[in-house]
């Protein structure tokens, strides 16, 4: 039997100073914050873990009652008067970027769609209308996972019912305070996230780092074919590839040659001399795992995947799917830029571990000069050609502030190792312990099923314990419990053909992940153990399994990535590679954390609207919502 802890009780516990405390289990992902009620998460061990803090006996009958209470969440209507925070629509339509025009899936009519703000701490309800004629969508708030309701993770097959076409469904997202950072936004279904994103900057009041202005840098990919030509290419007998990217954009922009025919030009920002800013990169790629520096410039980096990171000097970054890094960058005076002789200076981006790798430039502009020249694309590159450098900033980049919560090598009491590699046979897959996983499969999301039943989470507990190295090869997921403590391994390996191999980053929803490095070979707990005493890990979405070889022996193991993290977060999590062609060949996979009833206590009772595709809790232009608001 699996351990189950009954999230009903609550233990009283006075201070005998004026204040008492109320606890419960298991953790729920809510933080409430006010001047008089704290709740705070306390990860200590299988103890009590989630504390309230309360002064004087009423406000403590009148908390314990609100606390209580707070998972079970209110059901509204949400008719005409309803103001959502934000909108997003999502078309399907003939859009030209880089002078050339491909039938692409737009937010709000552009890609990338519109930057979203949100606050730290506060509730925000996005409605998403899919204005598309066929085509389902759902939008997943990248990095955020863990701050969303529980049908709100934008994950078909796994945490919602497809958005149908003509509908619309509300969004519940609500950043941790502390979680301010730098994510974005996407499609989660096929191959729509190549263009259907945008950025979404969480803000706090607070900065620990001081800077004059922001910009945003978002990065994305361009190719030919549509969306379904792909898709239907990677997924037929005959297996056809999507082709490279035709173009690395920058907001959207980028021109391939000065005499290119059409209006496009280089994506750019524009600065003031002598100011210092925020440059926020946003790893929006489909496919491109980008190297990227600046002309003349070196940052500072101060943020990887909405977590601030002590200041680290660089004349480059490396960006995979998927991933952010905020830097500092010094904007030079009016006396170092008459020494440069220059007012305009190319960012150089260039595509890694590709066939062929393509360089493309975008522009930054200092003010006070004439209007910066954006067609002109150099000739020759003006920077050194970028290589990869493996195992980029692992053991080096490190925590703002001193990560509490890091799981020694004694707490972890579970390691999965999950190997990776491609197999053809009738189709061209990518693996997980021997398995792939695609949209189509299963034939419900798994939190609906949870919640009607159908999935038994104690069998899935059992078979993957007991036969599977953690992994149940019927649903297909990795289970765990409340209160484990798991240490996971993506090892890659030769493909089963010919020994090739492949970079893929690895991208975790739900709470982030410690990232306790990568490296070349098997992974070797003893030798990691010995690189950690010195290192300061960092949490992270988003980490770049690298291959160390082109080639190796078919299945033999190769280069190896690994995590570490404290489950605490009940819900249906997907563990994936971020490049869309490799999630539409099978690289993705489940990790379910808790069990029905830690599921279920999140937002039970849960109306029958979320459990049916195209339920009643997806509106359309005759029928408002019947919502949970899981937050209030
Ligand atoms: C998206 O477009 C809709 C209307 O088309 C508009 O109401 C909404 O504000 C836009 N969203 C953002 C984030 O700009
Ligand atoms: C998009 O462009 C293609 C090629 O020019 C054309 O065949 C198609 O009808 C257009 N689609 C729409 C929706 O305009
Ligand atoms: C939309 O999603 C539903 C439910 O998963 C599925 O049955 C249907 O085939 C999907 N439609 C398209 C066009 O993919
Ligand atoms: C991509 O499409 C454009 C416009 O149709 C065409 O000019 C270009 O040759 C294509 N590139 C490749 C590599 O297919
Ligand atoms: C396989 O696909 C390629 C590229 O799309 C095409 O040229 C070829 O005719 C196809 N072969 C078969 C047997 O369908
Ligand atoms: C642009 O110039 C390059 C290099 O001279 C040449 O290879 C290419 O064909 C030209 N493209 C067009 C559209 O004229
Ligand atoms: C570059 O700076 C100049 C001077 O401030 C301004 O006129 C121009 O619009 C800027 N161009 C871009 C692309 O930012
Ligand atoms: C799951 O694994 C077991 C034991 O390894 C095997 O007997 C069974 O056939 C597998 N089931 C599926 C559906 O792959
Ligand atoms: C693992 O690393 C340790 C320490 O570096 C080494 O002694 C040991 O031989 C390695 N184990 C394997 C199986 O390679
Ligand atoms: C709108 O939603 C309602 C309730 O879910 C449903 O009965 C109706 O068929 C939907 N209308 C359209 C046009 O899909
Ligand atoms: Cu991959």
Redesign the pocket.
Known sequence: MRPHIDPQIYWIYWNGAGSFFICAVPLTSSILESAKVRLVINIIHKEPTRCLRVRGILSGVVALLAFATSSLATLVHHDAAFRPDHILRVT???YTAACT?R?SVLVNGTSPGPELRLKEGQVNWIRVYNDMKDENTTIHWHGLTAFTAPFSDGTPAASQWPIPAGHFFDYEVKPEIGSAGTYFYHSHVGFQAVSANGALIVDSHDRPYHYDAERTLLLSDFFNKTDKEIVDGLTSTNFTWSGETKALLVNGQSRQATNATGSCQLGSISVEPGLSYRLRFIGATALSFISLAIESHDVQIIEADGHYTKPLRTTFLQIGSGQRYSVLLTAKSEEELKKLNSRQFYIQLTTLERPESLTNFAVLNYSGGKKADLRTVPSRPPLPKAKIVEGWLDYELEPLQENKGFPTLEEVTRRIIIDVHQNVSDHTIWLQNGYDRVQSFPKSPYLVDIYTGKLDTEETYERAISRGNGFDNITRTFPANVGEVLEIVWQNQGTFTNGGLDVHPFHAHGRHVFDIGGGDGKYNETANEEKLKSAHPVLRDTSVLYRYHQKTKPLEPSGWRAWRIRVTDAGVWMYHCHILQHMVMGMQTVFMYGDRKDILAQSSPVDAGYLTYGGSAYGNTTHSPVVRHYFD
Do not use: E, F
Request: net charge neutral; no cysteine.
């Open positions: 399907a339509q003939n025009t039938y």
